[in-house]
Each structure stands twice: as structure tokens, then as C-alpha cells.
């Protein structure tokens, strides 16, 4: 026994002298590369180091300003892209939710393997697909043909020509016969097969591929290389900076939709309506074009940033220690498929941990409705805005982009230093998150009082005399004073009288000729407009759409000053709301309650919203446009009273669903946290939380994480 004692021993001591050598050698290499860092001078390993890491940080802030361009533009052109495809609201819903299935197909990918290659180059390359989805988005422009706004309105380039307006004439029927054969059937040809709007949709999924690494990817990449104690710091003025995109995008977007959609082909002074016309379609495509050539401009800085800001001193790491690695590679190679088993059972164990947790739950299900709420209003408040008070595209976009980035960006400021400097519990950021959702419900059901009332449509809303209400907008018979006159019923050509009442088209109207052209054209002796006007003598009508009241004007200003405050308490609750998903589970499971929430609402929230949104507006159609060969297109005008219940009431339900598991919440919390804190089995669990509570006020733990979700929730 001693002897086999003995003959082990100097093995024992062998391999311990193996073990304290490859020990000795990795502590020599780390005092070699040491030396060698102490040899390169100070400035110039600071320059180096400073160089890059500043320059990653222009990259990754100029691919944010991208970023925020792309997704003002899509936003901002949905209306301008339902009247140039002549598509419903529901199939634009689904183009711009395109952008989250695009996402959600990569983002297991990226945020598996992101990290392990190279993060720069990755995000280059999403740069890169970012920047081309939105050129394609573009495409269709080009090769579509010219913009028809009317069924017997054709512009042709090289003679400056149109077509005569329908009136109410003898000759009716030999003007329609004389000008619609041609016309008519090459733009059923096109229009048979013309699902250019898929290019679309195809685009911006590929936008939405590309957007995925640069959040991620980039804050970790930040996150890594920063100074110890800045990373904070760097991502609040990475955000900053990001702002810029969202402004260009509502200037951009303003300046779009003044523009006609085929200027630089066609002779404006053909064009006789206006951007305050329901049919009027701006350069939706220029916007596309400009965010997309700057995203590909903002790829080319990451192709030359090194995998590591530390490259040198990693590569000098691995000369030295080659050895050692290879002689652990044989043993990481017989456990890695217990390594992988291992993980792959820990993923499912964590992942029914956190969907065990009920507050985890509770806040999921919060959220969705929260966040589908939001979606839902800023993919169809700029078509609200316009429908509602009689404000063009161009002025919508000055508006919102005037009131909503401020306000926005203040709340969400202002609600981040409120956590911090009183130092709420979980608890009480439960009750001010419920706080500012309620002040958000309240201010939101004003809109209800600020509802227009319908615009008066001979035809629609009213008789086609004027004179009486109708009880549906369907099949509404004609009247004595144009029954004569046989007029295309399914024509969408507004003209307004002098009474206040819009007329759908001229023949309608009853109008016998006219004078002027294009802009100034105005149509006289119409007999419908004579029965309504008894004390005014004048039976003339102007083209477009009568403006609306000056009582409406002033709810619209009303209106813009409820959306402020708003848009406040709802952005000053969604840094506590994002705080409380990863404070109320493990913190070792952050990571992965954080990215279930992001993928959750994305799925369930970016995808399904705008598409409901839009089939339930589509319900508050009047007059839709009519294609050559008889297919309905987009919405020409709305029910406004119909539009204004449907749109806020979908938007406060959510909301209000929202608030009542927000009650639920603070009722399981104070049953969790308050009634076992009694408890000598609780103690334990009140210390962490109370420790996690008190690490919201470390900048450098938690900040970056909310602010990333953040930025992947918005």
C-alpha cells in the first residue's frame, strides 16, 4: 500500500507540476503582454484606442438616425401608399407590420450567433439590407406608369393633354364612349396585373432584416469597449443623436407630400387637384429613396472597424497561449454535446421559470395591449388627422413630428429620473406606471368630444337635392334634378357649392358647362345646386371638397393640445413599465424575460395591430374608388363620426384592458412582497429584491438594458 502510495505519488506531483507550469506560463504571458503594453507609448495607445472606439461610436449613431428615417417614412407615407396602389387600409396594416416579420425571421439568428462573429461587419451588412429594402420600397415608382387620379383623366406627357370633365349634357354617353375605350382598357390590362404593392411589403420586410443586428449587436459592442462607468453616458448620446432621423423623416415627409407623386414627368399644370384632395398622392417615393441611400452610406464605416477594439493585444494573447489551447481542445470536444444537452435543458427550464412567474405573466399580457394601442394610433393617427379635420398630409406631418418627438422623448426623461431620484420599490413603479396610464386613458377619451361631424355629401350623407339626410350611403337614389343626366355613379370628381354641400362629380351636381381649367375650373346652371340654394341665386360649383367648419377648426386645435399631454403620461409610464418585466424575475434570468417580451410583442403586437386597425377603419368607408375593370380600390372619403368612435374606441379598449391588469398586478404584488415579508422563509427574497431595487440608481447595470428594450419596443 505505501508502495502503490509511493509509485502514485510522483505522478500526483507531476501532474501538479504540469498544471503549476502551464499555470507559470499563462501568468508569464500575461506579464509579457503587460510589458508590452507598458512599452507602447501612453498617447498612442490611448489615440488608438480612442480613435476606433469614436468612430464606432459616429458609425453606430448614424445607422440610428437611419434607423428612425426608415420607419417615420413608412409611417408617414401608409396614406400616400393606399391611394397610389389603390389598396384598403388592412393590406396597408400589413405592409407596414411587414417590417416586424422581417425582423422576428432573423432575430433568433442574430441574437444567437451575433456575438460569436464579427459584431462591426454584421451590423455593416444589416446597414447594407436595411438600406436596399427601403430602395425597393421604392422601385415600384418606376415602373408603374403614371398616376391616374380619375377614371377619365389621362395624362399624356408628350402632348400635355387631358380629358373633359363629365357635366350634365345630352351628349353623356358619346363623351364616355368616346374616351374610355383606350384609356379604359390598357389600364385594365395594367391594372389586372398590377400587385406592385407587394414590392412593397417585400421591401420593408427586408428593411426590417436589416434594422435587427444594429440595436442588439451595437449596444453590446458599446457596452464592451467603453470607458468603465461610461457605457451610460454613451448610450444616452447614442440616443440623442438618434432623434435626429425621426425629425428629417417628418420634414422629409412634409416636404414628400406637397410634391406630386410623378413630378419631373409629368406637366403639373395639368394637374387640377390639390394636396388637400382625398385623391392626391405625393412623391411617397423619395423619402424611400434618400433613407435608403443613407443606410447603405452608413454601412461602409463598419467594414473597417477591427472584430475587437483590443486587437492587437487579444492577437499577441493568442500567439502565446496557442499551445495551451490546443491542449484543451481535445477535452471542450468531448463535452460539447453535453454542454449543448445541458443548455438546451436549462433554456426550457428557465424559460418555464419565467412563464411561472405571474407578475412576469401579468406584465406580459400589460404590455401587448399597451404597445398594440400605440402601434395601432401611429400607423393611422396621420390618416385620423386628415380625415378628421380636413388637414393635408404635408401639414400632418409638420404637426406630429412637431409635437410627438419632444413630448416623447421629455416623458420618457422625465419618468426614468422620477424612478431614480425617490428611489421607487417595485411596488411603487408598479402604482406610477398605473398613474400615468390612467392620466393617458382620461386625456385620450377627450378625443371623443372632439369628434367632427360628418361632412355634408350629396349622395352620401345627403340627398342628391340637398335637402334631406339619408339613412346608409348605399345605393342612393338619384333626384329629379339629375336623374336625367347619366352620370357614372361610381365617379369620384368632389366639386363644392356655394351652400356648403360637397357634390361627388359635376354631373351629379346637375352642372350643365363650365369655364376655366384645371384648378380654377368652375361649373355652372346645376340644377342640384339650385334646388338647395333658394335664397342664393348662385347654381355654381368650384372643384374639391368644401373645407371643413370653423367650428372644426377649433376642436382641431383642441385636439392637438389633448394629443400633447397625451402623448406625455403615456411615454412617462413606459420606462417604469420596461423596468418592471426583467425587475420581476431572477436576475439571472434578465436576459432571456427581456427578449421574450421583445419577441412576444412583436409577434403578437407590430404584426396583428396595424392589420385589425385597418379592417375596422376600412368599416368607416363612404366612397370607395373603382378601378377601370370595376375593382374596388382605396377609401375616398370617410364616415367621420363612424371613423372617430371606431379608431379611439379601439385604442381606449386596449388601454382600459391595460389598467384593469394593472390593478391585478399591484394586487399579486402586495400579496407576494407584503404579505410573506412577515415570514422567516421570505426574508431571503425581500433582501434581493430590495437589493435589485436599490441597483436601479447604478447607471452602469441597469440603464443600458431598459434603454435597449426600449429601443426594441418602439
Not at 340637398?466 to 333626384?479: E, F, Q, R
Not at 369655364?515 to 347654381?539: A, D, L, P, R, Y
Amino acid at each position: 500500500m505505501i508502495q502503490g502510495g509511493d509509485h502514485f505519488k510522483p505522478s500526483s506531483n507531476n501532474s501538479w507540476k504540469h498544471s503549476h507550469a502551464t499555470g507559470s506560463s499563462m501568468m508569464d504571458s500575461k506579464k509579457h503582454l503587460k510589458k508590452t503594453a507598458e512599452t507602447t507609448p501612453p498617447k498612442e495607445r490611448e489615440t488608438r484606442c480612442c480613435n476606433g472606439f469614436k468612430m464606432f461610436l459616429v458609425a453606430l449613431s448614424f445607422s440610428f438616425m437611419c434607423k428612425g428615417l426608415g420607419g417615420i417614412v413608412m409611417k408617414s407615407s401608409i396614406t400616400q401608399i393606399e391611394r397610389r396602389f389603390d389598396i384598403s387600409s388592412s393590406v396597408s396594416g400589413l405592409i407596414d407590420g411587414s417590417f416586424e416579420i422581417g425582423n422576428l425571421l432573423v432575430i433568433v439568428f442574430v441574437s444567437y450567433f451575433g456575438s460569436k462573429l464579427h459584431r462591426p461587419k454584421i451590423i455593416g451588412i444589416g446597414c447594407f439590407i436595411m438600406g436596399a429594402g427601403s430602395i425597393l420600397t421604392a422601385l415600384p415608382h418606376f415602373f408603374m406608369g403614371y398616376y391616374r387620379y380619375s377614371k377619365e383623366t389621362f395624362i399624356d406627357p408628350s402632348e400635355n393633354l387631358t380629358s373633359s370633365l363629365s357635366t350634365c349634357s345630352l351628349d353623356q354617353n358619346l363623351l364616355l364612349n368616346r374616351t374610355s375605350p383606350e384609356v379604359v382598357e390598357e389600364g385594365c390590362e395594367r391594372e389586372s396585373g398590377s400587385y406592385e404593392w407587394i414590392y412593397v411589403l417585400l421591401g420593408n420586410m427586408l428593411r426590417g432584416i436589416g434594422e435587427t443586428p444594429i440595436v442588439p449587436l451595437g449596444i453590446s459592442y458599446l457596452d464592451d469597449f467603453a470607458e468603465e462607468g461610461h457605457s451610460s453616458f454613451y448610450l444616452g448620446t447614442l440616443h440623442a443623436l438618434s432623434m435626429v432621423g425621426p425629425i428629417i423623416g417628418f420634414l422629409q415627409g412634409s416636404l414628400s407630400a406637397k410634391m406630386y407623386v410623378d413630378i419631373g414627368y409629368v406637366d403639373l399644370s395639368n394637374i387640377r387637384i390639390t394636396p388637400k384632395d382625398s385623391r392626391w398622392v405625393g412623391a411617397w417615393w423619395l423619402g424611400f429613396l434618400v433613407a435608403g441611400m443613407l443606410s447603405i452610406m452608413s454601412s461602409i464605416p463598419f467594414f473597417f472597424l477591427p472584430k475587437s477594439l483590443d486587437k492587437s493585444r487579444k492577437e499577441t494573447s493568442l500567439d502565446l497561449l496557442k499551445a495551451n489551447e490546443e491542449r484543451t481542445q481535445m477535452a471542450n470536444v468531448t463535452n460539447h454535446r453535453q454542454n449543448v444537452t445541458e443548455n438546451i435543458t436549462g433554456f426550457f427550464q428557465s424559460l418555464k421559470s419565467i412563464l411561472t412567474n405571474p407578475l412576469y405573466v401579468i406584465l406580459q399580457f400589460l404590455s401587448l395591449l399597451l404597445a398594440s394601442s400605440h402601434i395601432g394610433a401611429i400607423t393611422y393617427v396621420f390618416k385620423y388627422v386628415e380625415q378628421q379635420y380636413g388637414q393635408s398630409a404635408s401639414e400632418t406631418n409638420i404637426l406630429l413630428g412637431t409635437i410627438t418627438l419632444p413630448t416623447v422623448a421629455t416623458g420618457i426623461f422625465i419618468g426614468g429620473y422620477i424612478i431614480k431620484k425617490f428611489k421607487l420599490t417595485l411596488l411603487g413603479i408598479a402604482k406610477f406606471s398605473f398613474c400615468t396610464s390612467v392620466l393617458g386613458f382620461t386625456f385620450q377619451l377627450l378625443n371623443f368630444a372632439l369628434i367632427c361631424e360628418n361632412r355634408s355629401v350629396a349622395g352620401l350623407t345627403l340627398t342628391y337635392d340637398g335637402n334631406n339626410p339619408v339613412a346608409s350611403h348605399i345605393n342612393v337614389p338619384l333626384s329629379y334634378c339629375n336623374s336625367d343626366c347619366n352620370c357614372d355613379q361610381s365617379h369620384w370628381e368632389p366639386v363644392c357649392g356655394d351652400s356648403g354641400i360637397t357634390y361627388i362629380s359635376p354631373c351629379l351636381a346637375g352642372c350643365k358647362f363650365s369655364n376655366g381649367s384645371k384648378k380654377s375650373m368652375v361649373f355652372h346652371n346645376c340644377s342640384c345646386v339650385e334646388v338647395t340654394g333658394i335664397q342664393n341665386k348662385n347654381n355654381s360649383v368650384t372643384l374639391g371638397e368644401c373645407p371643413r367648419d370653423s367650428q372644426c377648426t377649433k376642436k382641431f386645435y383642441i385636439y392637438t393640445l389633448v394629443q400633447v399631454l397625451n402623448y406625455f403620461f403615456s411615454s412617462l409610464g413606459s420606462t417604469p413599465t420596461i423596468m418592471l418585466i426583467f425587475k420581476t424575475v431572477q436576475p439571472e434570468l434578465k436576459s432571456l424575460a427581456v427578449g421574450f417580451h421583445s419577441l412576444t410583442i412583436r409577434a403578437l403586437g407590430g404584426i396583428p395591430a396595424p392589420v385589425y386597425f385597418g379592417a375596422l377603419i376600412d368599416k368607416a368607408c363612404l366612397k370607395w374608388s373603382t378601378s377601370s375593370c370595376g375593382k374596388r380600390g382605396s377609401c375616398r372619403i370617410y364616415d367621420s363620426t363612424l371613423y372617430g368612435y371606431t379608431f379611439l374606441g379601439l385604442i381606449e379598449s386596449l388601454r382600459f384592458s391595460a389598467i384593469i391588469l394593472f390593478v391585478v398586478l399591484i394586487a399579486t404584488m402586495k400579496k407576494i412582497y407584503q404579505g410573506k415579508d412577515n415570514k422567516p422563509s421570505e426574508n431571503g427574497k425581500k433582501d434581493t429584491n430590495e437589493a435589485n431595487l436599490e441597483s436601479l440608481n447604478n447607471d452602469g447595470y441597469f440603464v443600458p438594458s431598459a434603454r435597449a428594450d426600449n429601443e426594441t419596443h418602439m
